[in-house]
């Protein structure tokens, strides 16, 4: 008897997901097609852009999908026999139930955070927000709910204090990408099974809009204050009101005494005093420079 | 011995039973290494595809002789176990319909209903008994390769199933076959 090889199809957008695919691609997997967002407009005059998944599906001549409706591909799916596997590293689209189904065993999902704490969009920057002493990546079979699926594996990442936002994305979409492709091999051949999460355990984070940019520091404490801005520096930023300008802070630290002009109090009477910041002209710039410019 | 040995369709001795062994022969033991030799070359010759088990009618012995790949979804281990007189003592758990094609009918892949779970019992190369159950793929296989060794081809089982018939075209992806022009009175499949 014959049947159809073991293939892939890798759902991923966003450069969290490239280093998987890249391994993926290594390690030889039949990679039959790369589901991943139409392209989107940006930058200067709003040309289309690629994905850089897309980028590298195209360097690899494997076929590239973009649907509008993900459901708009289940019978191209259905057509690639036997055994398909899904994989889903950051894609930021719902996969409806009907076509989850069509793989087998199913869609492994890669998550950035030690499920079920964290289910949801912004689990890399809610474990800097929070101050937590640790998070990880969780390797899980994708059901209907929100990232409520069974686990395989999971590996743990000790956080510092001071890593930021684009340190843990890169630390942890490298980590996730050695771990699913350690265990693929294994959950391909069943010879393990996931395990189903906490749900007593369980929590959320939200998705993050431009709007949570900005700051009251009266309404955080100055050890929150500092965490946030390392969890939201590229997106959605740390803002601040001060005086007439609106600020972008990129790094600051936690100070005893008023030490600069550009000392920020906060609702435990401790100071944040920034660093570095952007300031209205544009760049990025320190505080010594902020302070002889524009105070 | 090469993919050439390999008969198909409308050979007639595929729809004849094969005869049961009664010693592990030297020729026995000769027809599972050709099986293997057999199965590999076919696979190294096609993209998409797993060489997942043969029976020894395919190479023209009709001997109640089949062999199944170690694992089946990794082209890298080439290895295979023979089973001799291999039957099913029960089928069990539910039927589940899945795509499976055959060396002896290049290209078409059927959607074929199957139970999934199978008890086993085969006697090895050393001629010792052996029993056990197979689960979902594997149960597949075995009811496909036993009925090799009955004379029946797995098209025989969807004959009169219009929408159960595939073509693999050269991408590797399955194409539905149009039933009254290409499956209905194709004499290739049928005679």
Same mark, same amino acid.
């Given at each position: 008897m014959t049947k159809t090889s073991k293939t892939i199809v890798f759902f991923g957008t966003d450069d969290f997901s490239l280093s998987t695919l890249q391994k993926l691609i290594e390690a030889g997997y039949n990679i039959a097609a790369v589901v991943t967002k139409p392209d989107s407009k940006s930058g200067r005059g709003q040309m289309l852009q690629m994905s850089s998944v897309k980028k590298l599906a195209v360097k690899h001549n494997i076929p590239v999908w973009q649907p509008d409706k993900v459901a708009d591909i289940n019978d191209k799916i259905a057509k690639l026999g036997n055994e398909v596997m899904g994989i889903l590293v950051s894609y930021g689209k719902i996969i409806p139930i009907t076509t989850i189904n069509l793989f087998n065993p199913g869609i492994i999902n890669v998550h950035p955070s030690l499920l079920p704490q964290y289910r949801g969009p912004s689990p890399i920057e809610s474990s800097i927000k929070n101050g937590d002493p640790q998070t990880g990546v969780?390797?899980?079979? #994708?059901?209907?709910?929100? $990232?409520?699926?069974?686990i395989y594996a999971q590996i743990i990442h000790k956080l510092s204090g001071n890593e930021t936002r684009p340190d843990l994305y890169r630390t942890l979409s490298g980590a996730g990408a050695i771990l699913l492709t350690t265990i693929l091999p294994l959950i391909i051949d069943g010879s393990i099974s996931p395990t189903p999460q906490d749900e007593d355990k369980s929590s959320y984070c939200k998705l993050l809009l431009k709007s949570d940019a900005l700051i009251d520091p009266m309404t955080i404490s100055a050890k929150q204050f500092e965490q946030t801005v390392r969890a939201y520096i590229g997106f959605p930023k740390t803002k601040i009101i001060i005086g007439k300008s609106e600020l972008i802070i990129t790094k600051a630290h936690i100070s005893t005494g008023r030490t600069s002009p550009l000392d920020v109090l906060c609702k435990d009477k401790k100071? #944040?005093?920034? $660093?570095? #910041?952007?300031?209205?002209?544009?760049?990025?710039?320190?505080?010594? $420079?902020?302070?002889n410019g524009y105070l | 011995m090469k993919k050439e040995n390999i008969i198909t369709l409308p050979n007639p001795r595929l729809r004849q039973r094969s005869s049961r062994v009664r010693v592990v022969t030297p020729e026995v033991k000769n027809i599972i290494k050709d099986l293997t030799t057999v199965a590999l070359d076919w696979e190294d010759s096609r993209p998409h595809e797993i060489s997942?088990?043969?029976?020894?009618?395919?190479?023209?012995?009709?001997?109640?002789?089949?062999?199944?790949?170690?694992?089946?979804?990794?082209?890298?281990?080439?290895?295979?176990?023979?089973?001799?007189?291999? +039957?099913?003592?029960?089928? +069990?758990?539910?039927?589940? +319909?899945?795509?499976e094609g055959c060396l002896s009918v290049p290209d078409v892949y059927g959607k074929v209903p199957r139970y999934n779970k199978a008890r086993v019992k085969a006697m090895d190369v050393d001629g010792n008994e052996v029993r056990f159950k197979a689960d979902g793929f594997l149960a597949r296989i075995i009811q496909h390769e036993v009925d090799h060794t009955n004379g029946i081809v797995f098209i025989d089982r969807i004959r009169d199933k219009k929408d159960a018939f595939y073509k693999l075209d050269e991408k590797g992806e399955l194409q539905p076959l149009d039933y009254d022009k290409d499956i209905k009175n194709n004499s290739i499949l049928w005679d």
């Open positions: 969780s390797i899980m079979k #994708l059901t209907a709910g929100m $990232d409520s699926g069974p100071s #944040l005093t920034i $660093d570095e #910041l952007v300031a209205p002209s544009g760049k990025t710039i320190s505080n010594k $420079d902020y302070i | 997942a088990a043969i029976s020894a009618v395919q190479i023209n012995h009709l001997d109640r002789i089949i062999i199944v790949r170690s694992d089946f979804d990794d082209k890298a281990v080439r290895d295979f176990t023979a089973l001799i007189n291999p +039957e099913i003592i029960k089928l +069990e758990g539910e039927i589940t +319909e899945d795509f």
